[in-house]
């Protein structure tokens, strides 16, 4: 198979954060599984100010917006790991989907909600999902919700049920790669 570039977005940006250890769970699984070595984009170290343009409006956007336009425009398609906040995503990931446009156009993205809570993010998921559709993105129909993060993901990133996680993250997975081989077909014939 074609080696893919794959970026995993991180969105929490809190002290003490859980959902990231599920990014690290991807990276590690893509490259246990599908050689393949995908890089964190992580919103705690671009530390983005708040939101007051778009991208393509700024006048002198930093070195740190432009290299993250240049990650999400070099890949395949994304992963967003994304924690549950009062029933939304955070407002660190919304910063960065309002900043691009031309970025997210026909991206294919797999959204992994994570909560403390026992659903999974799953109330997160669907504001996520509209939002990305809306601005054009292609957004896969499969789901990777963490419940319980604290107890089913370690700091390192394993999971406490290995063969279950690795289960469900190849159907996650499997999806976004025929998502990404669906729209390289696609270009290559048009
Ligand atoms: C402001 C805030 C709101 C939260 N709201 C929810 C919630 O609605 N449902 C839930 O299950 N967990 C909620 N949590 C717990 C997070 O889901 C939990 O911290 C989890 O680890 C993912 O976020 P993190 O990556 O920032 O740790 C909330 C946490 C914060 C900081």
Redesign the pocket.
């Known amino acids: 198979m074609e080696s893919k570039h794959i970026l995993i977005i991180s969105a ?1 940006v ?1 002290k ?5 250890n599920v990014a690290l769970f991807f990276q590690n699984f893509l490259q246990e599984k599908y050689q393949i070595k995908a890089s964190i984009a992580d919103l705690k170290d671009y530390h983005f100010p708040i939101f007051e343009e778009r991208l393509r409006f700024l006048e002198n956007p930093s070195a740190q917006v432009l290299e993250l336009s240049d990650r999400i425009k070099q890949s395949d398609g994304l992963i967003i790991v994304s ?5 939304g995503y ?1 407002a660190s990931l919304k910063n960065v989907i309002d900043l691009y446009y031309d970025e997210w156009k026909r991206k294919p993205i797999a959204i992994s909600t ?6 999974g ?1 799953a ?1 997160a998921l669907t504001s996520l999902q509209f939002q990305l559709w809306k601005i054009g993105a292609l957004t896969i129909p499969a789901m990777f919700p963490v419940p319980n ?2 107890n089913n993901y370690n700091d390192q990133g394993e999971p406490t049920d290995k063969e279950g996680a690795h289960k469900r993250a190849t159907n996650f997975i499997n999806e976004l790669f025929y998502w990404i081989e669906a729209k390289k077909l696609k270009e290559a014939n048009s």
Do not use: A, I, K
Not at 16 to 20: E, T, V, Y
């Open positions: 929490s809190r003490g954060r859980r959902s990231h924690p549950e906040y009062n029933g955070p994570v909560s403390d809570g026992g659903f993010g109330q993060v604290g």
